[in-house]
């Protein structure tokens, strides 16, 4: 649907892997709650989840663009990288701010799938979106740090070895600033003491978790980048985060504009195919056209993220404008398949399930609009 998608190699053969998890494999997991582990083992295997890993680390050294292909390529073939695109952006924290020692001891381990690095804990049930309020505590004690609280929303928590953990190491009150006294952690969950994991059931497959800190040690190497600058060094990674979400938006969109037209051309009602009326072409139309705006704005924020620019608006646009076309085109594909559209089946109430989520996480709608009111037009900030 790109006129020249970029990568087309990689994506041929993210195709071609994505075919051996058709719909039926997705529906089976989505009724049982379960996490696709074969999925996730075929793609770590192959090395798309080590895309950013520099070679020297042992990944593919890709740029950005490289990885936002290979995610929008995953969603436009009907499978789901959400059960592990974090591992995509977390590991860019221990690339910008782990010591050499970290960087040695977890890069080359994450990128051969040894070592998963799937959580990253930062939502609080009491904080929401106002991040820095948030309550986990890690105490300094000799070499380690005690941490305490509860976290909400830590996707794949259970499947993964590894937390990129935020947390509190000086009170809110005592800190120069509230953005101050936070910092990060790679926290091993492996025989942790002290932690507890709770699955979340949720509207779609997405694996999300409450984690709970009763007392658990974790030693003092554990600190990523500078104690009490943990904010910063999560917000440096969030550009990246929003333009490989808006990526997969966009491969959401065309899943469904793709199974819209085809169902459109096919399907006979009245003696002829529903897609002659204009009642039916005009909404996939609608929602190509808000797809490819939407691809084109993820296009420039990775121009101007791979030119050492700092594409705040422009991460934040794409993926409010890629959420809001993949779930445009989700509402049109199951009109355009009339009840079938709701039959697991098709796997088309999955999929819509399944995007919904992208205008509520990792950042909501109301959020980025805040963002550009503020910070591109100048408005006061309202909150
Ligand atoms: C399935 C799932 C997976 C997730 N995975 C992770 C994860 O792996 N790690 C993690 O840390 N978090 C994760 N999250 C959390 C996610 O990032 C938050 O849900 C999201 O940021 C919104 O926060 P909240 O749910 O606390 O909503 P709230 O902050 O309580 O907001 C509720 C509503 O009010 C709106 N709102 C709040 N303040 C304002 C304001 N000032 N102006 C206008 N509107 C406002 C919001 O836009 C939202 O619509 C996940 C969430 C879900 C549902």
Known sequence: MHDQPRYPDIRAEVAKLCARFPGEYWRKLDAARAYPSEFVQALTE????????????????????????????????????????AQMYIMGTILRHGSEAQKAAYLPKIATGELRLQAFGVTEPTSGTDTTALRTTAR???????????????????????????????????????????????????????????????????????????????????????????????????????ILIAAECVGDAKWFIERS?????????FGRPIGQNQGIQFPIARAYANMRAAELMVDEALRLYESGQN????????????ADASFEAANVCVQTHGGFGFAEEYDIERKFRETRLYQVAPISTNLILAFLAEHVLGLPRSY
């Open 311 to 322: 594409p705040g608006a422009e991460a934040n646009m794409a993926k409010m404008l890629a």
């Open 46 to 85: 192959s090395g798309y989840l080590a895309a950013l890993i520099p070679e020297e680390y042992g990944g593919a050294g890709l740029k950005l663009s490289g990885a936002a292909a290979i995610l929008e390529e995953i969603q436009r073939q009907g499978c789901n990288g959400g059960a592990c695109h």
């Open 140 to 242: 300094r004690d000799g070499d380690r740090y005690i941490l305490n609280g509860q976290k909400i929303w830590t996707s794949r928590a259970e499947h993964s070895d590894l937390m990129l953990l935020l947390a509190r190491t000086t009170p809110r009150e005592q800190a120069a600033k509230k953005t101050e006294g936070l910092s990060t952690f790679i926290v091993d969950m492996r025989s942790a003491r002290g932690l507890t994991i709770r699955p979340i059931r949720t509207m779609m497959n997405h694996n999300s978790c409450e984690v709970f800190f009763d007392n658990m040690e974790i030693p003092a190497e554990s600190l990523l980048g500078e104690e009490g600058k943990g904010f910063r060094h999560v917000l440096s990674g969030m550009n990246a985060e929003r």
């Open 261 to 269: 037209t085809a169902y459109a051309k096919d399907r006979h009602v």
